[in-house]
């Protein structure tokens, strides 16, 4: 079995359901159920045998010890984090505490396990990290993409957060010999994403008749990835991919971010028209612009393509259509997620 770190959040969810669509090895699924986690997520697992569910924190090493001597997984992959950078400029204690010293009680009990392993079973172990683009700070407009080489210069809170967990796992292999995978990926989207992160918020926030809040001149640039496609990279990456190299998973799909929601919109006005006939562009305002805003990520995902094979199978046009028919066919799930911490951050992020 393998261990999953973070699995009721967004990508850890999907990665899941994901597995269980592809495989019968079972999966423990260790998670604290902050405001991003969800239960509710899970709730087509409920009753599979195949998936152990644990409410708890990377950060606690004896639950971590006692899950990992229990189940004895053949890998973890570590997903869990604080991930949303606009909160993590309002408050950067959890982001510390959760993606730096949580990484690192983690890699810790991990360790300890894997030292007393037999012999096969620790050569055939994985440790694979979840990170992020971020972490190699902002493009120029004529930058070329980030590829694995690109020196890590984080600009907020959360991507040197992440950068600084990246650094650790890096270290936990070459000093100790834990057998670590790394991936950094672009922007992900799809099925069950949080509506604090720009498209579900847009999504909700259009069909709610509200304001679809632009920060800045909202020419930034992000290169988007269906939530899929990162699952069947990461899938990949943990079965072939090279002991302690870093992959970068990105889905080619460079877009400014005016560019996402007008898109966000036309698809709208097609599948659920706005009463009065007029268009959900409408909605759309500028704000003030999120302190030390970086410009443009993209990833150039040769590396992946090249030496395991990895290509994404939806383009943006594809994905985001299905990311759209999703919530529109989803009330559930998200009259679950909007509740009432949901209500606080947004009047703390954009206020009335
Ligand atoms: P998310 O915020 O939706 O989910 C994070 C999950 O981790 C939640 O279920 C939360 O309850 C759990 N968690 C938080 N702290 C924990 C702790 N101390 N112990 C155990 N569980 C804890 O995040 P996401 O968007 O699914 O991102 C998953 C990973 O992918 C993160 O590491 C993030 O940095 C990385 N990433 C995300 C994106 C993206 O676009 N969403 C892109 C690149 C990388
Ligand atoms: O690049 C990978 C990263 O992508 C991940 O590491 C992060 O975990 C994930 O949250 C995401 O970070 P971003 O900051 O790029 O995502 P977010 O959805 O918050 O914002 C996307 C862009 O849209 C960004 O340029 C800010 C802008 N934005 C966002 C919101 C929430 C707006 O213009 N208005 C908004 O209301």
Redesign the pocket.
Known sequence: MILVTGGAGFIGSNFVIDWFAHSDEPVINLDKLTYAGNLHTLVSLSGDARHVFVQGDIDDRELVSRLLAEHQPRAVINFA?E????RSIHGPGEFIQTNIVGTFNLLESVRAYWNALPADDKEAFRFLHI????VYGTLSLEGAPFAETHAYKPNSP??AS?AASDHLVRAWHHTYGLPVLTTN????YGPYHFP????P??ILNALAGKAL????D?Q?I??WLYVKDHCSAIRRVLEVGMLGDTYNIGGWNEKT?LE??QTICVLLDELEPRADGNSYVEQICF?QD?PG??RR?AIDARKLERELGWKPAETFESGVRKTVEWYLANPDWVGNVASGTYRDWIQT??GA
């Open positions: 984090a991930s949303h950078v606009d990170s992020t683009d971020e959360y991507s992440k990926c672009s922007n992900n604090e992160k720009l498209i918020l847009m809040p632009i920060y800045g909202g930034q992000r290169d971010n996402v929601v704000i999120r805003h970086d990520y992020q954009y």
